[in-house]
C-alpha cells in the first residue's frame, strides 16, 4: 500500500507563489494518478489537481486552473503542486491522495491520503 506525505505548506502573503511536495513510499508510484485535494474550515474537502500516473494528463479545478501546476517525478516518487497568485480563498489544508481505481479526473476514486499540510494565505 503506498504512502504519502506532504510538505511545504505554510503562511504566505497574497499574490505570492509557493510549491507543495509529496513524497510517496511503499508502492508503485507509476500505477497511481495522483492529486491534490484541500478542505477549507468549515467546508468540505475538495478537488484541486490531478496527474495521470506517467504523467502525460492534467486534469484541474476551475477555481485554480490557470494559477496551480501539478507536475510528478516517477523517478523520485514525487507529485509537486506549483501554486502561483495565491488569493485568501486558497487557504485551507491542502492533502495529496493517489488513485489507482479509475480515471485521474474522478475525485471519488481517490482512496489513499496524505496527513495533510497548512497552506495559510494572508491578505
Known amino acids: 500500500q503506498i504512502q504519502l506525505h506532504e510538505s511545504g505548506g505554510g503562511l504566505v502573503q497574497a499574490g505570492v507563489s509557493l510549491r507543495l511536495s509529496c513524497a510517496a513510499s511503499g508502492g508503485t508510484f507509476s500505477g497511481y494518478h495522483m492529486g491534490w485535494f484541500r478542505q477549507a474550515p468549515g467546508k468540505e474537502r475538495e478537488f484541486v489537481a490531478a496527474?495521470?500516473?506517467?504523467?502525460?494528463?492534467?486534469y484541474y479545478a476551475n477555481s485554480v486552473k490557470g494559477r496551480f501546476t501539478i507536475s510528478r517525478d516517477n523517478a523520485k516518487n514525487m507529485v509537486y503542486l506549483q501554486m502561483n497568485s495565491l488569493a485568501p480563498e486558497d487557504t485551507a489544508v491542502y492533502y495529496c491522495a493517489a488513485n489507482d481505481r479509475g480515471p485521474m479526473h474522478y475525485p471519488r476514486l481517490y482512496d489513499v491520503w496524505g496527513q495533510g499540510t497548512q497552506v495559510t494565505v494572508s491578505s
Open positions: 496527474i495521470s500516473g506517467r504523467g502525460s494528463g492534467t
